[in-house]
């Protein structure tokens, strides 16, 4: 290399200040302005210099240390051992030299690996002392974290004390467990929906709102925001039942400890099926509860583990293989804006293509205009596109310090760009609307495909193109029409072929057997998602229960706020929408009722009726004696507030209650990962129900 030193010496300060700027960006403030991978590559290139240049190393280099320091609001822990950052790979091949490097420091020719997802958290580290939860902290720089300990104590998974005379043998007297601290995407989803209700600025993704409920300085509020943990290895210990030679049992240990322990893990021999586990995991993610970001491996055994040893700041034995970016940068061309089924205008973004979280991306939502004057977007800026999963890529940030002189602001517009009528924006409100209604073709079209779409009516082959064309072609202008098609109809559209007419009136005549909480989401009532759509289904029973409830009864369903009730109301009492359900009735669209369940519920006290979440409509399985309650109790009491038991304990199991010398059933939860509650922990769980539907 042909760099002059003083080049280099005055890059690598750059390096340092450009780092540790975006890290407390990142750690601190809770806000990154860079892409990770652009991150990544900053501190590539940093390492690199320094190894080029071993002069040049300064024990404050941010290569060694992890992450940031801590805040100065909580008190500080300092961990017994360090909690390491992971090596990055980006693609196979790196992987492929992650395995040969570790074969010839090993000296042989096959390695086993543990390997389990990466998840996208915060990580944090227990400190059990006797079996009790004395600390928990976060990573913090990695040596010194910041004292979460109430805050985690508010995770349901989190043991507070560890089961003494266990089948792990004796507890350990000192413990540091090493994990994840995440949000499931389900409470994320709901959380952000509880925003929108209060008006409150939602949360940009799982990691985020995990973060910001950790580090809360309220315990309450951190329990309120629902978070899930997973164990993924051990610090120091002091004891004898530890295991001592492979990952994998370390990690059975874990959940016979009840600690949740990740169900998607495997061991695994060599490179290839590394790479084929890495592969799977990338297929699946999008049907796990959790956001994850890769894929860790590790060196399956303890000695071979310890023989490789650590670099700076990271073991030898251990990597993370990432899945391609979820962020980059482009350039914003253009804004266009897009009528959705509520006629609310969206603002789209149309982007250079760019490569992101695996596809190319041309379109990204920018959500609303407030959120293009919160982000200070305009036409001609760099920003960063984000997507995460099967997300719609958002743009999230834009990079001010490269904005061009020649940019453009956005005006929303005053008229719906697609039927022409005024467009509006209510007050407290941050979408503007068209309010052509279903006069708008934009609005028919979307609610047309919604109604079809694969979680509402799940109507195969009905998809954009056709019903543009059937809405244009005035073939129809309600779902209901759908099921008034004639074959000739569809056949008679351009590009359209007998046998593909046929399969679409099949497909039509198919959904006819529904259920009522696709029926009910499938009507796409302003702000009825899928889980709102079944929680009305199981809390109604029947559509005209439903039809029939005012506001003041639609608020009383568990999860239910006064928006999301009002906006069910008026749904229903406009005439057409009413006339719509009856058509559809009249074809021959029908679901099984549940006269029996909607009676038991509509009869009890009122405000009980719902029952709350955690207990109503849950699964129970009981082993073992417990010290207090008897059997017979416990299932009266789980009853009683809407709970079922039952005998065998599979995947749709919420909970086993466990006590005293407990049966196989016990393992096999563990097992699935299913909740295990001791008497103490049914008891506060049913006294939560209550204090909820009082
Ligand atoms: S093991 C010595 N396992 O990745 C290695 N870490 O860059 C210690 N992470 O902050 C980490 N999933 O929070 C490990 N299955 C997993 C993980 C995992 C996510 C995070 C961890 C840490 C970061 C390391």
Request: net charge neutral; proline share 5%; glycine share 8%.
């Amino acid at each position: 290399m042909s760099e002059r030193p003083d080049q280099v010496v005055r890059r690598v300060q750059e390096l340092r200040d450009i780092i540790e700027l975006h890290n407390y960006n990142y750690y601190v403030q809770d806000t990154p302005t860079i892409p990770d991978a652009e991150f990544d590559k900053l501190f590539r290139e940093l390492e690199e210099l320094e190894q080029r240049y071993p002069h040049l190393v300064t024990p404050d280099s941010p290569t060694r240390r992890v992450g940031a320091p801590p805040l100065k609001a909580f008190s500080q822990i300092v961990h017994r051992t360090p909690m390491l950052s992971l090596g990055n790979a980006f693609d196979e091949g790196e992987v492929e030299a992650f395995d040969r490097r570790v074969r010839q420091t090993l000296g042989i020719s096959s390695v086993e690996y543990a390997v389990e997802p990466k998840f996208d958290g915060l990580a944090v580290s227990l400190c059990y002392e006797d079996g009790i939860l004395r600390t928990g902290a976060t990573r913090g720089d990695g040596y010194v974290g910041e004292d979460v300990t109430l805050n985690l104590r508010t995770i349901r998974s989190i043991p507070l004390a560890l089961r003494v005379g266990n089948r792990a043998g004796q507890t350990p007297s000192f413990l540091e467990v090493r994990g994840e601290v995440l949000m499931l995407k389900a409470d994320f989803e709901k959380l952000n929906r509880q925003q929108r209700e209060r008006n409150l600025k939602e949360f940009i993704n799982p990691r985020n709102a995990a973060a910001g409920a950790l580090r809360q300085l309220d315990p309450g509020i951190t329990a309120m925001r629902k978070l899930a943990f997973f164990a993924y290895g051990i610090g120091a210990y002091e004891g004898a039942n530890v295991p001592r030679d492979k990952h994998d049992q370390v990690l059975d240990y874990l959940a016979s400890l009840r600690f949740p322990v990740v169900l998607e893990r495997r061991t695994v021999v060599g490179l290839a099926a590394m790479l084929q586990y890495n592969r799977e995991i990338w297929a699946k993610r999008g049907q796990l509860p959790y956001d994850i970001d890769g894929t860790v491996y590790k060196v399956n055994d303890l000695a071979q583990q310890v023989k490789l040893g650590f670099v700076s700041r990271a073991p030898r034995f251990a990597l993370a293989h990432k899945f391609p970016a979820q962020e980059a940068v482009t350039e914003l061309l253009g804004i266009d804006v897009q009528v959705g089924r509520t006629g609310a205008l969206t603002p789209v973004a149309r982007l250079r293509p760019v490569f992101v979280g695996g596809v190319t991306v041309t379109n990204a939502t920018l959500h609303n205009e407030d959120e293009i004057r919160r982000k200070d977007v305009m036409i001609g800026d760099s920003v960063i596109v984000r997507r995460a999963g099967d997300v719609i890529p958002e743009v999230v940030a834009v990079q001010k310090d490269k904005r061009p002189s020649s940019v453009k602001a956005f005006v929303m517009p005053d008229h719906c760009p697609v039927c022409g009528s005024k467009a509006v924006r209510l007050q407290g409100e941050a979408m503007t609307r068209c309010t052509g209604g279903l006069y708008c073709p934009a609005q028919r079209k979307q609610a047309i495909l919604h109604f079809a779409s694969r979680r509402a009516m799940n109507i195969h082959g009905l998809g954009d193109k056709l019903v543009e064309q059937l809405v244009d072609n005035a073939a129809i202008r309600t779902p209901a029409d759908l099921y008034k098609l004639g074959i000739s109809a569809l056949a008679a559209l351009a590009r359209m072929a007998d046998k593909s007419a046929g399969n679409v009136i099949d497909a039509i005549e198919k959904s006819k057997d529904t259920t009522l909480a696709r029926f009910i989401y499938a009507l796409g009532i302003r702000n009825v998602g899928e889980t709102t759509a079944r929680d009305l289904a199981a809390y109604f029973g029947t559509l005209d229960r439903l039809i029939g409830a005012d506001v003041e009864i639609l608020g009383r369903v568990p999860d239910i706020g006064p928006v999301v009730a009002q906006s069910i109301a008026d749904f229903f009492s406009e005439s057409h929408n009413l006339e719509i359900i009856e058509q559809l009735r009249a074809s021959g669209v029908r679901w099984k009722e549940n006269e029996g369940e909607a009676m038991r519920q509509a009869q009890s006290v009122p405000g009980t009726s719902a029952g709350s979440g955690k207990v109503r409509g849950k699964t129970f399985v009981l082993t073992g004696s417990l010290p207090n309650l008897a059997r017979d109790e416990v299932k009266e009491k789980l009853e009683a507030q809407g709970g079922k038991v039952t005998g065998s304990v599979s995947k749709k199991t919420d909970f086993v209650v466990a006590g005293a010398d407990p049966g196989s059933k016990f393992d096999k939860a563990i097992e699935l990962g299913i909740i295990i509650l001791d008497e103490a922990g049914l008891l506060q769980l049913l006294q939560e129900s209550q204090a909820d539907l009082s």
